[in-house]
């Protein structure tokens, strides 16, 4: 036997399927980047390093021979590839993972593009 749904329950689970569909299929669409709110996190967290302008050119940032965010081969990185670095460290770079949410390494990674526009 076949229980018939309400109409207000079928609009629901329809929508709710909709929605996670939508999630689905464009991965990561939600939690696109805000370069303004980046450049509060990279003014905390990166700047000491890479510099004010991503150059690098800071005295940290000459010692350790940080590579200008600004440069070809930074900026030819994915989004994705970016925020690896920035969550998991490289070289001697510290992992970010545990220190910001996913949304705030989003939006260091638009304000690491911004950076080369400038």
């Avoid at 303004?36 to 390093?49: E, F, L, Q, R, S």
């Avoid at 510099?51 to 030819?76: E, F, H, I, Y």
Wanted: charged share 20%; aromatic share 6%.
């Amino acid at each position: 036997m076949v229980k018939k749904l309400s109409v207000k329950t079928t609009f629901v689970t329809l929508t709710t399927f909709a929605a996670a569909l939508c999630l689905f299929l464009a991965p990561g669409a939600w939690a696109k980047g805000n370069a303004k709110a980046g450049k509060a996190t990279y003014n905390a967290k990166c700047a000491m390093c890479h510099s004010m302008d991503g150059s690098g050119n800071s005295p940290m940032g000459k010692t350790m021979k940080v590579p200008d965010l600004r440069s070809k081969a930074v900026q030819s990185k994915s989004d994705a590839e970016l925020a690896s670095i920035i969550e998991n460290g490289k070289g001697m770079m510290p992992k970010y993972g545990s220190q910001l949410s996913k949304q705030q390494v989003s939006d260091l990674v638009a304000y690491i593009r911004e950076l080369a526009k400038k």
